[in-house]
């Protein structure tokens, strides 16, 4: 026999989600079913709710539920610097640091030929963009010490070289606080020495 | 700045699904926010549809989208012979190895004290009202080899015990096909001495 229909589509549905597989499809439509109609319905109008009202930042290409976001439009906030990230995820783990009071600026990916992802498959132009027209003075890249994201760093640091009076930087590469040292890779390992600063 | 209201509001609803941690809530809220409205439209709607089609058969308490389940009403399946499953991935399991003709009994848990569920917690009342109204004559109870499943095994097949002309049988338990032997552990090692089959 095969399985009901309105249950087929439902597991295909959370399949095409990131990180979600097919038995955990099914082990979510179980629960959908096992759960009371107001909970479910809960789940289905926030994703309905989250489509309508939140869209990407006209400046930033953060979330906002406005042609500019919160931190864009807060004159508290440090035109000056921009912080350049991959994703929301990761301006969500800068942002919740407190330790960066400037703007940001996501690129929704990182340069990657294996997997196709050019250059201006990334909101790279808009950087520039905003460089030339919103006087920005310091550009810290904070994409992920990985393949793409370093190749994205190094794209960047190279297309700014050539612009007069703006710092670019990088965010720092080591062991991570807490890290012991002897179960660091020696990629790491090496980068912290490499990185040393004077005491 | 905290994260805008849709936004954590869906975080919130996918962190109630089993096994959707609070990273992994996030990450799928904004894979929704990235995929285009059709697509995630297409997963709000889906939960609706399996809430509104979707419900328990009245007879083995699997899913139905009649009174009655597929299975319970082919006149093809040997009626004689009931399966008893944990919950309805359990039935979907035994379903899958084509190997069972029978029907089906969820019973939609296990007998577990430690968490709080006794035997009227589950649907054994209405596995002894079938197995005296259907002529039933082979229960196979097909609970996992867990504390609970066994446990729901034991006080099944002492209900049952007493009532003449069924018999209750229990699933093998042994080394998995497969397996190698010296990675299997000493419990279920010792049950396959235990349950060894003459040649």
Same mark, same amino acid.
């Given at each position: 026999?095969?399985?009901?229909?309105? !249950?087929?589509?439902?597991?295909?549905?959370? %399949?095409?989600?990131?990180?979600?597989?097919?038995?955990?499809?099914?082990?979510?439509?179980?629960?959908?079913?096992?759960?009371? =109609?107001?909970?479910?319905?809960?789940? %289905?109008?926030?994703?309905?709710?989250?489509?309508?009202?939140?869209?990407?930042?006209? +400046?930033?290409?953060?979330?906002?539920?406005?042609?500019?976001?919160?931190?864009?439009?807060?004159?508290?906030?440090?035109?000056?610097?921009?912080?350049?990230?991959?994703?929301?995820?990761?301006?969500?783990?800068?942002?919740?640091?407190? =330790?960066?009071?400037?703007?940001?600026?996501?690129?929704?990916?990182?340069?990657?030929?294996?997997?196709?992802?050019?250059?201006?498959?990334?909101?790279?132009?808009?950087?520039?963009?905003?460089?030339?027209?919103?006087?920005? +003075?310091?550009?810290?890249?904070?994409? =992920?010490?990985?393949?793409?994201?370093? %190749?994205? %760093?190094?794209?960047? =640091?190279?297309?700014?070289?050539?612009?007069?009076?703006?710092?670019?930087?990088?965010?720092?590469?080591? !062991?991570?606080?807490?890290?012991?040292?002897?179960?660091?890779?020696?990629?790491?390992?090496?980068?912290?020495?490499?990185?040393?600063?004077?005491?």
């Amino acid at each position: 026999m095969k399985q009901l229909q309105a !249950i087929q589509r439902l597991v295909g549905e959370f %399949a095409k989600l990131p990180s979600i597989g097919r038995k955990t499809a099914q082990r979510l439509t179980y629960h959908i079913i096992d759960t009371p =109609s107001s909970e479910a319905m809960q789940l %289905a109008e926030a994703i309905v709710e989250a489509k309508r009202r939140v869209r990407y930042c006209d +400046k930033c290409y953060g979330l906002s539920e406005a042609e500019l976001c919160e931190i864009c439009s807060d004159p508290q906030r440090d035109g000056s610097k921009v912080c350049v990230v991959e994703n929301v995820r990761d301006y969500w783990a800068v942002e919740n640091t407190g =330790s960066f009071r400037g703007l940001y600026h996501v690129l929704h990916g990182a340069i990657s030929p294996i997997d196709g992802i050019g250059a201006d498959d990334i909101k790279l132009r808009e950087l520039l963009q905003r460089i030339s027209s919103e006087g920005i +003075k310091e550009v810290i890249i904070a994409t =992920s010490p990985t393949v793409p994201g370093e %190749a994205t %760093a190094l794209y960047i =640091s190279k297309l700014l070289k050539n612009i007069p009076d703006v710092e670019v930087s990088r965010i720092a590469k080591g !062991i991570p606080i807490g890290g012991e040292l002897e179960y660091a890779d020696e990629v790491t390992l090496a980068r912290a020495i490499e990185g040393r600063n004077r005491l």
